[in-house]
């Protein structure tokens, strides 16, 4: 399967008109909501075969998912919030080599042999991390897992980096542990 999609790539010039780093340009330039609109796109404005614009569509949309890129686009429009998800990398990686951060469209897991955090920009100004400590009792700070369901057992809402404290690398180290 490789080869034929890299003789595809390699002939997209000659048979399409424009190379695939030309066509992904022009999918940015025209970001759609969904994968068929793209293709439809393709085909009708630019004269493209199915086989072809699904195929452009297809690898310009894996960019998006390169970890790099899905948390790029988490925090556009909320780069004051990257100081405090950096502080809770450092962390989170501070605990051993066995920690696993996975980067998701919307948030980020971080994983030992099951989820025990997970960091999602909320707000243009706020963060939250989600934990998985089960048994823990609330406390004004630390919440139900609200949005979060059953995937974390607490929720805490980070504003400022200053919040990244002795209180909350406790309970994630604790939620590390129980995560072993």
Known sequence: MEKAL???IDNM???TGRSLEEWKKL????PFEKHGQAVK?????HGVTHGFANTIVTLS?????IPSN?????YQGKEVLLPIYEKL?????????NVTITPKKSSVSIIRKRQFALIKPATKTRIDLGLKIPGKALTGRLQSSGPFGTMCTHRVQLFEVSEVDNELISWLTEAYEMAG
């Open 27 to 30: 999918l940015k330039a025209n």
């Open 61 to 65: 949309k894996e960019e998006e998912n």
């Open 89 to 97: 990398l450092t962390t989170v990686r501070s605990f051993g080599p």
């Open 41 to 45: 796109f393709l085909k009708e404005e």
């Open 70 to 74: 899905l948390v790029a686009n988490q």
């Open 13 to 15: 010039p000659e048979k």
């Open 6 to 8: 890299q003789t595809m």
